[in-house]
């Protein structure tokens, strides 16, 4: 592990996220963090880290749109078990401003020699899971066990719903008004706009209105990019997700993941997961990765 490193409150390279980004520490995370940096090509690498260093690592991949905070807060209690690594993905909300990596496959690679790890179980969590699958077919023997939480990566199921979403954050992109924002969560949250967490809430809509436009999502391509990936993967799916409804991403899966994949739906579910959508998805990573023996 490489050592800890202070951090500049402020530089030229901070991002609008920064505050957000710190609050969502203080606000969402019950667990002592440490931070870590590890060289990776492009820029070094920040890292969250959360539970006993000594105990079995797991990776996990942040979703897109949050910080890297958020997307801990779902699993933070997953460290009574393993050591959490979190890296800040470039060019996701973060503390300094990063571009996106050429291969992500090649990033998460690079971290893991950075943390002096060969190979490891990953979670990916929504964008984070397309990282993942890239990372599968980059290098297919370092991920030893996989759990594709509200996948990306495997394209996206057209839908009304999902037009009506683009549509909404295009127009509070433009016009940033409360109103074209709830109307623009509404669709992509479980848990009722008006009861979102305020960081949560606060950086979605800077996101919204800031990020660069995604016009697609990390992942292959080409199904037969993975063809070297057996590990036991795991895919869990949000039955009302907008953007990978659990029937369509169940169906899709097939053609791009070994055949003995462990399929769960979390009924009732959008795409950024309720409380109880959150506790289950942790305890079907704790059951599986337990089950794969990581």
Not at 220 to 241: C, H, S
Request: aromatic share 6%; glycine share 8%.
């Amino acid at each position: 592990m490489a050592a800890s490193r202070s951090r500049p409150a402020a530089s030229e390279d901070a991002s609008p996220f920064a505050p957000l980004y710190r609050r969502a520490r203080v606000d969402l995370l019950t667990v002592p963090v440490t931070d870590h940096e590890v060289e990776t090509p492009d820029e070094p690498t920040h890292l969250l880290t959360v539970g006993d260093p000594d105990a079995p690592p797991l990776l996990l991949l942040q979703g897109a749109n949050v910080t890297n905070p958020v997307t801990l807060s779902w699993f933070q209690s997953l460290a009574d078990e393993y050591h959490l690594l979190a890296p800040d993905t470039p060019g996701e909300p973060a503390e300094r401003v990063t571009e996106p990596p050429a291969d992500y496959g090649a990033w998460v690679g690079s971290v893991l020699d950075g943390l002096g790890l060969d190979s490891v179980p990953v979670v990916g969590v929504s964008h984070g899971a397309g990282v993942l699958l890239e990372a599968a077919a980059h290098d297919p023997d370092r991920i030893s066990a996989a759990a594709l939480v509200i996948p990306a990566g495997f394209g996206v199921s057209p839908s009304a719903t999902l037009a009506r979403v683009v549509g909404l954050s295009l127009a509070y992109r433009l016009v940033p008004r409360e109103r074209l924002l709830e109307a623009a969560l509404g669709p992509l949250f479980t848990t009722p706009v008006a009861d979102l967490d305020p960081v949560v809430r606060e950086t979605v809509a800077l996101a919204l209105r800031t990020a660069d436009v995604k016009t697609g999502f990390p992942g292959p391509d080409d199904p037969a990019a993975l063809t070297g990936f057996d590990a036991p993967t795991l895919l869990v799916g949000g039955e009302r997700d907008p953007f990978f409804p659990a029937a369509w991403l169940n169906e899709r899966s097939r053609s791009f993941l070994p055949a003995d994949v462990e399929r769960v739906t979390l009924a009732g579910e959008r795409h950024f997961l309720s409380a109880v959508g959150q506790e289950r998805a942790v305890e079907e990573v704790r059951s599986f990765l337990t089950g794969a023996g990581r």
